[in-house]
């Protein structure tokens, strides 16, 4: 399996802050709150979804992406999939090889499938983790380190493939409390020195290591709960960032970044935000 490329290739990832190239999304055309998956659909499911104002905030979001010299690929709605917005969890990037995941949740089982057929007509290969547990949601990319969250959604026995699959990289399991559905719910690497956390929920040794090898920004309850981890690095310390978020938007710009801010409010209301809402498929440092 060959996971490096100094060359351009359709597909290529090595981390999550280099610069952007092409993504993967889908409209929230059919979103609804369904099944409650976290905090945050329990919180608006009596509220409900407004799915013109979700599509026009997505439009948008989209529009920023291609304003920033993104391409982005649209994969079709499906009526019976209300959580297809959420492209990262069907699959990562790593190297060259596009790994699609095997959907725990049965609301979201098939929704692999339509992403591979726009795969196989663009002639792109993927490997299919089949058997075990995983969504993209839970794995985060740094170079040799690939962290994988051990939630509801991703099992150890993923953990365990991958290991036997990447013996060159440092797999390493993050658990942490499974009422945050998804890694990046509460952890989020977004350059090779920086990280942001929302503390006391990855278990302890585990977030003590990951302390050790980033300068973390601390994310709060309120901001967690409005997904403040949840952003998307396009590159060049460019980051896509709630409004409502305006601690962890301030933390950024003391750092140094480019905070581009975009409301998606009405779509994080299902429990995802931009890093939820996108599948990189190449990018470049």
């Not at 059919?30 to 509220?47: A, L, P, S, Y």
């Not at 409010?265 to 809402?277: H, L, N």
């Amino acid at each position: 399996m060959n996971l490096n490329s100094t060359l351009m290739e359709k597909s290529f990832c090595m981390n999550e802050y280099d610069v952007l190239q092409r993504v993967v999304l889908c409209e929230p055309k059919n979103m609804t709150i369904r099944d409650v998956i976290n905090d945050t659909q329990k919180h608006f499911q009596n509220e409900g979804i407004h799915i013109q104002k979700a599509m026009e905030q997505h439009s948008q979001f989209v529009q920023v992406l291609k304003n920033n010299g993104i391409d982005v690929i649209l994969l079709p709605p499906a009526k019976k999939y209300p959580e297809q917005v959420f492209t990262r969890d069907i699959g990562f990037t790593l190297g060259q090889t596009i790994f699609v995941a095997d959907m725990a949740a049965p609301i979201r089982s098939g929704e692999e499938n339509i992403f591979k057929d726009w795969l196989q007509g663009e002639e792109i290969s993927y490997y299919n983790i089949i058997g075990d547990n995983i969504e993209g949601g839970d794995v985060i990319i740094d170079g040799s380190n690939v962290y994988v969250g051990i939630s509801d959604r991703t099992n150890h026995f993923a953990v365990d493939h991958l290991k036997s699959m990447l013996p060159t990289f440092n797999v390493m399991a993050i658990p942490f409390h499974e009422k945050y559905l998804h890694l990046d719910c509460v952890f989020n690497v977004i350059s090779a020195t920086d990280a942001l956390i929302f503390p006391g929920v990855i278990s302890k040794t585990e977030e003590d290591i990951l302390r050790s090898r980033y300068n973390v920004i601390e994310v709060s309850e309120a901001e967690q709960f409005t997904l403040g981890t949840n952003v998307l690095s396009i590159g060049n310390k460019k980051i896509l960032s709630l409004p409502v978020n305006k601690n962890v938007n301030e933390e950024l710009r003391k750092r140094g970044y480019e905070v581009i801010e975009v409301d998606i409010t009405e779509i994080i209301k299902s429990g995802g935000s931009f890093r939820c809402c996108t599948l990189p498929i190449l990018r470049k440092n």
